[in-house]
Antibody
Framework: QVQLVQSGAEVKKPGASVKVSCKASGYIFTNYYMHWVRQAPGQGLEWMGIINPNGGITTYPQKFQGRVTLTKDTSTNTVYMELSSLRSEDTAMYYC??????????WGQGTLVTVSS | SSELTQDPAVSVALGQTVRITCQGDSLRNSYANWYQQKPGQAPLLVIYFKNNRPSGIPDRFSGSSSGNTASLTITGAQAEDEADYYCNSRDSSDNHLFGGGTKLTVL
């Protein structure tokens, strides 16, 4: 069955960077896009970008351009999300999600990133 | 504007039908997806491309759209349907938008 297993919780100081991993299994890794979505405590969902593991092409919303980087490692079926210049407002649960270009079919369990001095 | 608007909260009596709506300009040109999220869990796709259900999603969930409004209908709501529901679509710049979410209470 499809599984997306994310790395563990992180605590970071303002200004630092965080890199979250998402290891996929149970399907052909390069056949599906991977989205990243975050959710601040008690808030709604926010899309952070998408990567096509077949070639590595990425798309980011303007809000995150220059601060988020999605990469992939096809040898380990893993996608990474790196967010730089962290601030307190980046405290959130971060999810990877497999899907098509327009929808998220399966979601990881989430990774809590806490930004605190 | 590049926003999707949802009612913050909706309630439905057990076994009755409820419609959750989502409004936004992007819906005129892009299909809506709907996600269910229960407390402490990751979201779950329940409807995609306007009215397609992933495997395992009960057929009491359906989607529709007209103009700038998309709707998720639950016909015969069950207690386990109590959750937050988020609509989602793409805008003209290929950004993915999420609505603010609707908290569904099953009475």
């Amino acid at each position: 069955q499809v599984q997306l297993v994310q790395s563990g919780a992180e605590v970071k100081k303002p200004g630092a960077s965080v890199k979250v991993s998402c290891k996929a299994s149970g399907y052909i890794f390069t056949n599906y896009y991977m989205h990243w979505v975050r959710q601040a405590p008690g808030q709604g969902l926010e899309w952070m970008g998408i990567i096509n593991p077949n070639g590595g092409i990425t798309t980011y919303p303007q809000k995150f351009q220059g601060r988020v980087t999605l990469t992939k490692d096809t040898s380990t079926n893993t996608v990474y999300m790196e967010l730089s210049s962290l601030r307190s407002e980046d405290t959130a649960m971060y999810y990877c999600a497999r899907g098509g270009a327009s929808h998220c079919l399966n979601w990881g369990q989430g990774t809590l990133v806490t930004v605190s001095s | 504007s590049s926003e999707l608007t949802q009612d913050p909260a909706v309630s439905v009596a057990l076994g009755q039908t409820v419609r959750i709506t989502c409004q936004g300009d992007s819906l005129r040109n892009s299909y809506a997806n709907w996600y269910q999220q229960k407390p402490g869990q990751a979201p779950l796709l329940v409807i995609y491309f306007k009215n397609n259900r992933p495997s395992g999603i009960p057929d009491r969930f359906s989607g529709s759209s007209s103009g700038n409004t998309a709707s998720l209908t639950i016909t015969g709501a069950q207690a386990e349907d109590e959750a937050d529901y988020y609509c989602n679509s793409r805008d003209s710049s290929d950004n993915h938008l999420f609505g603010g979410g609707t908290k569904l209470t099953v009475l």
